[in-house]
């Protein structure tokens, strides 16, 4: 005959259960701590400690080569909400790049990047504009005066290495880019 067990040694079941999350707990904020090193308070230090954890530019660039290569085929695939989507992470890791460095310094002297913004800036609002009206033979053109914008930055910075042009295939595959179906 099998054994139920008693009360009393399914609250000592109970307690170790308890006891063994207890100690992991505990040693997964250990290990945790170790892991993330609080931030030391508000000064230079803070700076440098900050500098190390943050993305560079490079980094927040191939957000935007991302982005902006999906947008392509949204807009290709007249997806307006997607596209609306894509140029908006587009543009805003643009304004993040700036942040992190917003002088670059040139052979020149140092290049405010967000001069270079604003003359961009152009270009993209019309790509915005075409995509709120749904215009698909203007958002091509749209694009492709943007590309011209991306370049325009690139040579500023003395990077005329990184030309970006029409994709050719979407960044993502797990995306369908068709419009979802309306009801
Ligand atoms: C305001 C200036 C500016 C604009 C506008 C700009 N870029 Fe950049 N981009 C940079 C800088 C600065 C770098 C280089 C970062 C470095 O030196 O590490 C860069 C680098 C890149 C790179 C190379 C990153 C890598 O790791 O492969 C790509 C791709 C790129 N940009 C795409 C784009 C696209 C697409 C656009 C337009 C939608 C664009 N950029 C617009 C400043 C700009």
Redesign the pocket.
């Known amino acids: 005959m099998k054994m139920t067990p008693t009360i009393s040694s399914r609250i000592a079941m109970l307690a170790t259960s308890l006891a063994v999350t207890a100690t992991l707990s505990t040693s997964a904020m250990a290990a945790d701590a170790a892991v993330l090193n609080p931030p030391p308070t508000p000064d230079s230090e803070y700076d440098a400690y900050l500098r190390s954890i943050m993305p560079?530019?490079?980094h927040t660039?191939?957000d935007?080569?991302y982005h902006?290569t999906n947008l392509w085929f949204a807009g290709k695939a007249r997806n307006w909400p997607l596209a609306q989507f894509y140029f908006n992470e587009?543009r805003n890791h643009?304004l993040w790049?700036?942040r992190l460095s917003p002088v670059?310094k040139i052979s020149t002297g140092d290049l405010r990047?967000e001069d270079?913004?604003k003359a961009?800036d152009i270009p993209l609002t019309t790509l915005k504009e075409r995509i709120a009206a749904g215009d698909a033979a203007g958002f091509k053109k749209a694009y492709s005066d943007?590309?011209n914008?991306?370049n325009a930055?690139?040579t500023a910075?003395e990077?005329p290495f990184?030309r970006?042009r029409i994709p050719t295939q979407p960044e993502v595959q797990v995306m369908d880019f068709r419009p979802a179906k309306t009801k």
């Open positions: 560079n530019q490079a660039m191939a935007v080569a902006f587009a643009i790049t700036i670059r990047l270079m913004f961009v943007a590309v914008g991306c930055c690139h910075v990077k990184f970006i």
